[in-house]
T-cell receptor
Framework: DGGITQSPKYLFRKEGQNVTLSCEQNLNHDAMYWYRQDPGQGLRLIYYSQIVNDFQKGDIAEGYSVSREKKESFPLTVTSAQKNPTAFYLC?????????????FGNGTRLTVT | AQKITQTQPGMFVQEKEAVTLDCTYDTSDPSYGLFWYKQPSSGEMIFLIY??????QNATEGRYSLNFQKARKSANLVISASQLGDSAMYFCAMRERDNSKLTFGKGITLSVRP
């Protein structure tokens, strides 16, 4: 079955540590995205990538970094510079970046930093 | 200015009845797509329905339909014959032609009563 896999589901880290969230897709989608969700809030875009080896900052990119070395993979690193990293992180992909292409989401990673 | 506005407080509906979830949007781009997603308590984002700005008819997908009023910039989701499994958060989102990002509203919580 095609889909988007995010791992792990729950992640705990100490303050000051960098942490990398995994996102893999086998849908053959060109575009991939990372969103952050805080309790009771909508989703906010962190980074997105339309093709391999290229990515753009979203609305809240500070304190985060990404790479896109393979079409299937778009890992997100939450660095120690991110002031409030505790959140629910969702990865998504779409066939292209046209306005009629829906995003398909993974099941998310819940990150807790103490 | 907010691009997607969902202002309803938590919504309640009796099982088997219909419910309308409101969404208004703001854009100057003539080409855009509107999407509704469902987020159960488990966290995954499930794509429900899409409406394009040039579509002449309201979109329908099973029990979901979209009441699209372009002049009023509203795209309300109608769920018919509510089921207990419909209890979740519902997000309206928009994607513009000139912007590959998918922008979300803050969501509406729907609770279905038996």
């Amino acid at each position: 079955d095609g889909g988007i896999t995010q791992s792990p589901k729950y992640l705990f880290r100490k303050e000051g540590q960098n942490v990398t969230l995994s996102c893999e897709q086998n849908l053959n989608h060109d575009a991939m995205y990372w969103y952050r969700q805080d309790p009771g809030q909508g989703l906010r875009l962190i980074y997105y990538s339309q093709i391999v080896n290229d990515f753009q900052k979203g609305d809240i990119a500070e304190g985060y970094s990404v790479s896109r070395e393979k079409k299937e993979s778009f890992p997100l690193t939450v660095t120690s510079a991110q002031k409030n990293p505790t959140a629910f992180y969702l990865c998504a992909s779409s066939i292209g970046n046209r306005f009629n292409s829906p995003l398909h989401f993974g099941n998310g990673t819940r990150l807790t930093v103490t | 200015a907010q691009k997607i506005t969902q202002t309803q407080p938590g919504m309640f509906v009796q099982e088997k009845e219909a419910v309308t979830l409101d969404c208004t949007y703001d854009t100057s781009d003539p080409s855009y797509g509107l999407f509704w997603y469902k987020q159960p308590s488990s966290g995954e984002m499930i794509f429900l329905i899409y409406q394009g700005s040039y579509d002449q008819q309201n979109a329908t997908e099973g029990r979901y339909s979209l009441n699209f009023q372009k002049a009023r910039k509203s795209a309300n989701l109608v769920i018919s014959a509510s089921q207990l499994g419909d209890s979740a958060m519902y997000f309206c989102a928009m994607r513009e032609r000139d912007n590959s990002k998918l922008t979300f509203g803050k969501g509406i919580t729907l609770s279905v009563r038996p």
